[in-house]
């Protein structure tokens, strides 16, 4: 009952929460003291009668997913005061976790899912557990560490550290007293750092947990399933594999733009698209300053990461604002705002197709739309035909 009140909560309405034990009787939720109180049948009865009902309300438009979801970086302190609850497959995975690792203490795991699964937090939360009984935790983060990890790692001493700063040689790879080894987005790393990383765990009989996303790349190669490595690598060691498949973090209607986004008309759940707004300029001052203005306004604008090595066709758009791509893994924001211009279109097959740049444009805007929670905005600059293809998705949710 505990966790029907957190949900119901922040309906911002008086609740009161029942619930009926067979051969025992009603209780009663005391939210103050969060205890469950034996009552008689008639205080129900009568809570029942004095209740005022809107009939109006339509309670599906009255849960924010934005309420719900917590995240280890965006939420850092609601995440460590435990201000959440993983779903019934975050949950059993969990425990399947911790239970293999208690019969064999030397083992790989990997967590596949798909983006707004909640991996992040998964991983996190197995690794905070594993902290509250006093083991050495080690996690790497396959991209840039943000603030979230800059948080948990000053103001709450956890031990993460960037890929960048695991070598490619295994006797240059310090493990001592690490008991576990965390790898998140570990689709993006190197394989030389991954045979070193593995390597020099197995010599020191140290666990590992990868979680990755092989959908979730910037650049080419970056889509190494784990599970199949480990298990031609490292045959004679056990390696359980768990997928998360439902996702929690984007609601329908922006999982089935998305969809449509890539293809049109893959989707057709017929959902209303009204999350999604699609905006048209072919002033790039205009453009810029728009953008600020979003900003302001609480929308967080993510472009493309450009290559600082050769001439990319991904500059213009790259220097629209400060956050990128790679910036943002593993992080999620109530309103996203991107762009897209002429190095997209769609082919003869209605697929969305990329220009080719040093990272991989189509895998950098996945990585983009699917940093969103509740809003999504595409800013289409100079592309009519573009323009028109994504009037044609929104129309397809009316």
């Avoid at 609850?85 to 596949?112: D, G, H, V, W, Y």
């Avoid at 790898?183 to 593995?198: K, P």
């Avoid at 758009?317 to 996203?336: D, M, P, R």
Wanted: with cysteine; net charge negative; glycine share 2%.
């Amino acid at each position: 009952m505990h966790e029907n009140y957190y949900y119901l909560k922040f309906l911002n309405t008086p609740i009161e929460l029942f619930t009926f034990v067979e051969n025992d009787g009603f209780y009663r939720y005391n939210i103050e003291s969060s205890t469950i109180d034996k009552i008689k049948p008639e205080t129900l009865a009568e809570c029942i009668c004095e209740q005022d009902v809107d009939y109006s309300v339509n309670p599906d438009n009255k849960f924010v997913p934005s309420n719900y979801l917590i995240s280890p970086f965006n939420s850092t302190a609601a995440f460590i005061n435990n201000e959440y609850f993983l779903t019934s497959a975050q949950q059993r995975i969990k425990t399947e976790i911790l239970s293999e690792l208690t019969e064999n203490p030397l083992m790989f795991f990997c967590i596949s899912a798909n983006a707004g699964t909640g991996k992040t937090l998964l991983t996190y939360d197995i690794a905070n557990e594993l902290m509250s009984t006093n083991k050495n935790i080690l996690l790497i983060h396959c991209g840039i560490l943000n603030r979230g990890h800059i948080k948990l790692i000053y103001r709450y001493k956890w031990n993460i550290v960037s890929i960048k700063d695991i070598s490619n040689n295994k006797e240059n790879i310090n493990l001592d007293n690490i008991d576990f080894i965390f790898v998140d987005e570990s689709q993006r790393i190197r394989f030389s750092q991954l045979e070193a990383l593995t390597k020099k765990a197995v010599e020191k009989q140290i666990p590992m947990l990868f979680s990755y996303d092989t959908k979730q790349y910037l650049k080419t190669g970056e889509t190494l399933d784990l599970s199949n490595y480990l298990n031609n690598t490292y045959p004679h060691l056990i390696t359980s594999t768990k997928k998360l498949t439902n996702k929690i973090r984007t609601n329908k209607a922006i999982s089935s733009f998305i969809t449509n986004l890539l293809e049109i008309g893959k989707s057709h759940d017929n959902l209303h698209y009204d999350c999604i707004t699609i905006d048209y300029f072919n002033n790039i001052q205009d453009l810029t300053e728009y953008i600020d203005f979003l900003e302001q306004n609480g929308w967080k604008p993510i472009t493309y990461t450009s290559s600082s090595r050769t001439i990319d066709s991904y500059n213009q758009l790259s220097k629209l604002c400060n956050t990128n791509a790679h910036a943002v893994i593993g992080q999620e924001f109530s309103k996203v705002v991107f762009v897209m211009d002429n190095n997209f279109q769609y082919n003869e097959r209605n697929r969305l197709t990329a220009r080719s740049s040093y990272y991989d444009a189509k895998g950098m805007l996945y990585q983009i739309v699917t940093r969103v929670i509740n809003e999504l905005k595409i800013i289409i600059l100079n592309n009519p035909k573009l323009y028109e293809k994504l009037l044609e998705i929104k129309a397809m949710g009316n």
